[in-house]
């Protein structure tokens, strides 16, 4: 004969619906706000919370899966009648740079690449103020100060590091740069099948060199080295210019209702 959960106590079949509930993501939207990308339209996010109380596997499965993550938020876009936000991956192992590219990774071949740990600094910062300013003054990280970088870098609960990229002692072609300088900055979250760039800046003065393309580059280069499969590079966004460099990695996949397929380049 069966034991009858007494007042005040959970059955079994109970306990174990809750531990899944706590398990499984309680998912939000947010409310129509004006679109950052596309003038004239409304965006809306689908997001969760990112808590230590969820298994590592189903957020691995959420950010390998279309799912951006700041801080500890992971989100997607979900917005009425417009899917021009695109998820964009690298698989490493067919990547080819092209003539450019090539140029690019040559005039940079004096830069020391370090993964550190994600611990913010103040030479990190002044970077990012730098860059905040020249690039994106009317944007939305144009407010953010040294405690709100802070978080940005710490408040992670996925296994998350820092690339710094600086010019190596003698360096081959700095001019009036002194060696040893941080000139970029890349935070990336480590995933099952590869590395998902969270949010890179660089130096705005050494516009020669095409920082923002030669990080992507150097982690695809990374990630291939470690034998892992795909770089992710968030959402492309066709109608938008400041997304436009994310479909110059080539072969690329986007993520679509069919799942990740081949993207083919527009004659």
Same mark, same amino acid.
């Given at each position: 004969?069966?034991?009858?959960?007494?007042?005040?106590?959970?059955?079994?079949?109970?306990?174990?619906?809750? *531990?899944?509930?706590?398990?499984?993501?309680?998912?939000?939207?947010?409310?129509?706000?004006?679109?950052?990308?596309?003038?004239?339209?409304?965006?809306?996010?689908?997001?969760?919370?990112?808590?230590?109380?969820?298994?590592?596997?189903?957020? *691995?499965?959420?950010?390998? @899966?279309?799912?951006?993550?700041?801080?500890?938020?992971?989100?997607?876009?979900?917005?009425?009648?417009?899917?021009?936000?695109?998820?964009?991956?690298?698989?490493?192992?067919?990547?080819? #740079?092209?003539?450019?590219?090539?140029?690019?990774?040559?005039?940079?071949?004096?830069?020391?690449?370090?993964?550190?740990?994600?611990?913010?600094?103040?030479?990190?910062?002044?970077?990012?103020?730098?860059?905040?300013?020249?690039?994106?003054?009317?944007?939305?990280?144009?407010?953010?100060?040294?405690? *709100?970088?802070?978080?940005?870098?710490?408040?992670?609960?996925?296994?998350?590091?820092?690339?710094?990229?600086?010019?190596?002692?003698?360096?081959?072609?700095?001019?009036?740069?002194?060696?040893?300088?941080?000139?970029?900055?890349?935070?990336?979250?480590?995933?099952?099948?590869?590395?998902?760039?969270?949010?890179?800046?660089?130096? #705005?003065?050494?516009?020669?060199?095409?920082? @923002?393309?030669?990080?992507? +580059?150097?982690?695809?280069?990374?990630?291939?080295? +470690?034998?892992?499969?795909?770089?992710? +590079?968030?959402?492309?966004?066709? @109608?938008?210019?400041?997304?436009?460099?994310?479909?110059?990695?080539?072969?690329?996949?986007?993520?679509?209702?069919?799942?990740?397929?081949?993207?083919?380049?527009?004659?």
């Amino acid at each position: 004969m069966g034991v009858r959960a007494g007042a005040g106590e959970r059955s079994e079949d109970q306990v174990n619906v809750t *531990d899944q509930n706590k398990k499984f993501p309680n998912f939000y939207v947010t409310s129509p706000q004006p679109c950052p990308y596309i003038a004239g339209r409304l965006e809306r996010k689908l997001f969760t919370h990112l808590t230590h109380d969820k298994p590592p596997a189903v957020i *691995d499965s959420l950010l390998r @899966g279309g799912f951006r993550r700041s801080q500890n938020i992971a989100y997607i876009p979900y917005c009425e009648g417009c899917s021009e936000c695109v998820s964009v991956r690298v698989p490493v192992a067919s990547f080819a #740079p092209s003539r450019s590219q090539r140029r690019i990774l040559r005039r940079n071949r004096d830069l020391v690449a370090r993964r550190v740990e994600a611990v913010p600094t103040a030479e990190q910062y002044a970077l990012f103020r730098r860059y905040i300013e020249a690039r994106h003054f009317d944007g939305g990280m144009a407010d953010m100060g040294a405690l *709100d970088y802070a978080m940005m870098i710490e408040d992670s609960i996925v296994d998350t590091f820092l690339t710094e990229y600086r010019l190596s002692e003698g360096d081959l072609d700095s001019g009036s740069v002194e060696s040893g300088r941080l000139v970029a900055v890349c935070l990336c979250d480590r995933l099952g099948d590869g590395h998902s760039l969270v949010y890179s800046f660089f130096e #705005p003065e050494l516009k020669a060199r095409s920082l @923002g393309t030669y990080v992507v +580059l150097e982690h695809i280069e990374y990630t291939r080295s +470690l034998g892992l499969g795909f770089v992710y +590079l968030g959402y492309w966004i066709r @109608g938008s210019r400041k997304m436009r460099y994310k479909t110059r990695f080539l072969p690329q996949e986007h993520l679509r209702e069919e799942g990740w397929v081949p993207y083919e380049p527009e004659a």
